[in-house]
């Protein structure tokens, strides 16, 4: 079955630095990646996504890139401000079964003013 | 903004005891997910709903798990006996369709098991 791995676990950034967290996927038949963001005491929020078919997508501060064929796929966040600060799931899932994500064990991020 | 109800927010109960769950997903979302997140982990699919239907139930332990949505809307999930492993934090999302679209997610119940 899938299995997604998710870098750094943990990441400290000052304010106005940019983030990024990497993921990998092992199933070449995923074709749905998305990210979500998850502050303390609530559920996940989906940020950003991206599909197979899409190599980059960006909305406002935040870009998502994949490489298929690295079966990797990254979240990218500029200028970072201190609500940024919470932990970040990537996911992926199969064509025809997109709400059964396979999720990452999370990256928290730290924004520090 | 349209949101998904769970409750209870936090249970607290004894292993051997049964426990249970609702959720309420967003008006006119035909699916509907119980996901498991355990701390410091990310969440993991039990069940998955099309309306009243089962689409996927593959990682339920469905010796102690039970789950149902008989009208197609809201849903309850069920543990008994509840054992000190199932201490997580259970998250309800819906979409309007399990192909595409996005999950929203509930705030969680988080159960205790003592």
């Known amino acids: 079955g899938e299995n997604v791995e998710q870098h750094p676990s943990t990441l400290s950034v000052q304010e106005g630095d940019s983030a990024v967290i990497k993921c990998t996927y092992s199933?070449?038949?995923?074709?749905?990646f998305p990210w979500y963001k998850q502050e303390l005491g609530k559920g996940p929020q989906l940020i950003i996504d991206i599909r197979s078919n899409v190599g980059e997508k960006k909305d406002q501060r935040i870009a998502v890139t994949l490489n298929k064929t690295a079966k990797h796929f990254s979240l990218h966040i500029t200028e970072t401000q201190p609500e940024d600060s919470a932990v970040y799931f990537c996911?992926?899932?199969?064509?025809?079964?997109?709400?059964?994500?396979?999720f990452g064990k999370g990256t928290k991020l730290s924004v520090k003013p | 903004e349209a949101e998904v109800a769970q409750s209870p927010r936090y249970k607290i109960t004894e292993k051997s005891q049964a426990v249970a769950f609702w959720c309420d997903p967003i008006?006119?979302?035909?699916?509907l997910y119980w996901y498991r997140q355990i701390l410091g982990q990310g969440p993991e699919l039990l069940v998955q709903?099309?309306?009243?239907?089962?689409?996927?139930d593959s990682q339920l332990p469905k010796d102690r798990f039970s789950a149902e949505r008989l009208k197609g809307v809201d849903s309850t999930l069920k543990i008994q006996p509840a054992e000190l492993g199932d201490s997580a934090m259970y998250l309800c999302?819906?979409?309007?369709?399990?192909?595409?679209?996005?999950?929203?997610f509930g705030e969680g119940s988080r159960l205790t098991v003592l």
């Open positions: 709903f099309q309306d009243e239907s089962v689409v996927d």
């Open positions: 008006s006119g979302h035909a699916t």
């Open positions: 999302a819906s979409s309007f369709s399990g192909d595409t679209g996005e999950l929203f």
């Open positions: 996911a992926a899932s199969r064509r025809g079964s997109q709400g059964n994500l396979i």
């Open positions: 199933d070449s038949a995923s074709n749905y």
